[in-house]
């Protein structure tokens, strides 16, 4: 068995090499020749912690696995990051336990790997303002990923907590950008692009604060209950997913499908759109909306890659087992 400790993840997978295998992993989707299996998420009723499962295989690419992980708000006071995860690769032909890979970096990486594949496939191509709502851990990640994909010229962010801000202005200073902190109507009059990555239980952004021809990737809903845009919204905008029907239970879309304003047929792949079987955004004035809830496949994915590397670079941990 190989195992590849999370301190070797950032030596051995690049952002862009996680936003091809995510690409590629959602078109596999589209084709139905990969599946996630039911998803397993619980609070379990100590130290505050969320935990769960997500896994699948992909007959493509033969990655079968799992991450088990979650959440554990407490764990920044000790020194850690609050989302803690394990990747395990299974051998497809025997079952055997094929790879652990530490998932922590690899979760964020594909996480925005998928809101980065959205703004590809579906935001104005002359798209230039970059509108972020959230400056937690994972924002960071977001913001590098959607500056790859359009040759945006400002960034505008909203964060309940102002003085957090400051990690993406650092980020926008990097890219030699201008950042300017705005309240919600503002961000909303100025972008062509919208992510959201917070992890509010109540609508942060307005259907009236979306201007026609936005592309809003909406990162943050993994989990029931969680919202982070009005659910007027999702009824006037067109809707993709990674997987509709996590987006109808987990995700963004599952408040307005419990409200009538959209149904689970009117929700389309993301991996329709690569695949060139759906068009993605048909007018310039449409508003489109991807609802990125997270999928087991992704991770699998991204840990093959990693694992692929570490056994190229010749720093993988081979283990009797």
Not at 8 to 26: G, K, N, P, Q, T
Not at 95 to 118: E, F, I, Q, Y
Not at 188 to 195: K, N, P, S, T, Y
Request: net charge negative; proline share 2%.
């Amino acid at each position: 068995m190989i195992i590849v400790p999370e301190f070797r993840i950032a030596e051995l997978v690049s952002s862009s090499e996680c936003f091809v295998a995510v690409e590629r992993v959602f078109a596999s989707m589209a084709r139905r020749s990969a599946y996630n299996f039911p998803v397993i998420r619980e609070a379990i009723g100590h130290a505050d912690a969320l935990y769960g499962f997500k896994s699948g295989f992909d007959r493509e690419s033969l990655a079968l696995g799992l991450k088990s992980g979650g959440f554990w708000p407490g764990n920044l006071d000790k020194g850690l990051t609050n989302h803690q995860s394990t990747i395990f690769l299974f051998d497809a032909d025997t079952g055997r336990c094929r790879a652990v890979v530490g998932g922590n970096l690899l979760t964020a990486l594909r996480t925005a790997a998928a809101s980065a594949v959205s703004i590809k496939h579906l935001a104005r191509s002359d798209a230039r303002v970059l509108g972020m709502i959230g400056a937690g851990h994972q924002s960071t990640f977001q913001l590098r990923a959607a500056l790859e994909q359009r040759r945006f010229e400002k960034i505008v962010g909203w964060n309940i907590e102002p003085a957090a801000l400051s990690r993406l202005e650092a980020v926008a200073a990097e890219k030699g950008l201008p950042f300017e902190a705005v309240d919600l109507d503002e961000l909303g009059a100025q972008a062509d692009v919208i992510v959201t990555i917070t992890s509010s239980f109540s609508p942060i952004l307005k259907a009236a604060q979306v201007r026609p021809g936005t592309h809003l990737a909406c990162m943050g809903t993994d989990t029931k209950g969680k919202q982070e845009v009005e659910a007027e919204l999702l009824g006037k905008a067109s809707i993709f997913t990674d997987e509709i029907a996590q987006s109808v239970t987990i995700g963004e879309a599952q408040h307005a499908v419990s409200s009538g304003l959209l149904t689970a047929e009117a929700i389309t792949e993301i991996g329709a759109v690569i695949n060139g079987t759906h068009p993605g955004r048909r007018r310039d004035d449409e508003i489109t909306l991807f609802d990125g809830t997270g999928v087991g496949l992704q991770d699998l994915a991204v840990a093959s890659a990693a694992v692929d590397a570490a056994i190229a670079k010749g720093v993988a941990i081979n283990v009797d087992f």
